[in-house]
């Protein structure tokens, strides 16, 4: 994610809004569902990857397997298997949002933001990849990785929930939480890159002090396991970058 340096120590509950200072806003109106809005923006959700930016990859097998918490730790990059990134366990990963949505349709977009994915997975591992090409300047590129393994069925589940939500959920939403209210103005679909068996991105945007504060997630799925990637950008409201060659390498690895 585009963050400032003094940002990335308060990343231990890096995919909560509220608790990276983007939220309570009260700020804002409801936006409703904004169905129509997304219903041009929304890809195709076949078998395959979406089509989008990079280079098309062939479909990898998977073992379809459910994961465990260790095995999930064997597939998740370390560093040095991707030249230019350093990949580290996320701090204060246990900890997790506590944000709820007013609009249950727009409650898979939430979870994501919680860092707890639904439908519940059976094992997760938490992830942060760090450009050190850019270390020590403010926007420094640094992504959260979330990899869950699902029972049957619930991979995809989660892949479509979250599709359905980006179409419903066009024109925005609100949620409570401990910390109170947050708005988000508007959600929309991202050109992904192709990657494992399903490859779909969307950027949320919130609003922190009247400020737009866009945040982006890329989930990917391979069988039974899927694989989140967060970032977001404090600085400008330009779109954070989840760059393909961090998505593709992950992917690879999925069994």
Request: aromatic residues 4%; glycine residues 10%.
């Amino acid at each position: 994610m585009r963050v400032r340096s003094t940002v990335v120590a308060a990343s231990a509950l890096v995919l909560c809004l509220a608790a990276t200072g983007c939220g309570p806003d009260d700020g804002g109106s409801d936006k409703g569902s904004g169905k129509k809005a997304a219903a041009s923006q929304t890809p195709d959700p076949g078998s395959g990857a979406t089509t989008g930016a990079g280079s098309p990859s062939p479909t990898p097998p998977s073992s379809g397997r459910t994961l465990t918490e260790a095995e999930l730790a064997e597939v998740a990059l370390t560093t040095g298997e991707l030249p230019g990134y350093e990949i580290a366990p996320l701090e204060g990963a246990d900890e997790r949002g506590t944000e709820e949505s007013r609009d249950e349709d727009c409650r898979p977009l939430t979870a994501i933001i919680n860092g707890s994915p639904e439908p519940a997975p059976a094992a997760t591992v938490f992830r942060t990849a760090m450009d050190t090409t850019e270390e020590g300047e403010d926007d420094q590129t640094v992504v959260t990785e979330i990899l869950t393994s699902h029972p049957a069925g619930g991979a995809e589940e989660l892949l479509r929930s979250v599709r359905d939500a980006v179409r419903d959920c066009a024109g925005g939403f609100r949620t409570t939480s401990a910390d109170g209210p947050s708005t988000y103005t508007s959600v929309k679909t991202l050109p992904a890159p192709r990657a494992g068996q399903e490859s779909f991105a969307y950027q949320v945007t919130g609003s922190l002090s009247g400020e737009k504060v866009p945040l982006v997630f890329h989930l990917v799925r391979t069988g039974s396991t899927v694989v989140t990637f967060y970032a977001a950008n404090f600085l400008t409201a330009l779109t954070p970058e989840v760059p393909a060659a961090l998505v593709t390498a992950q992917a690879a690895k999925l069994p």
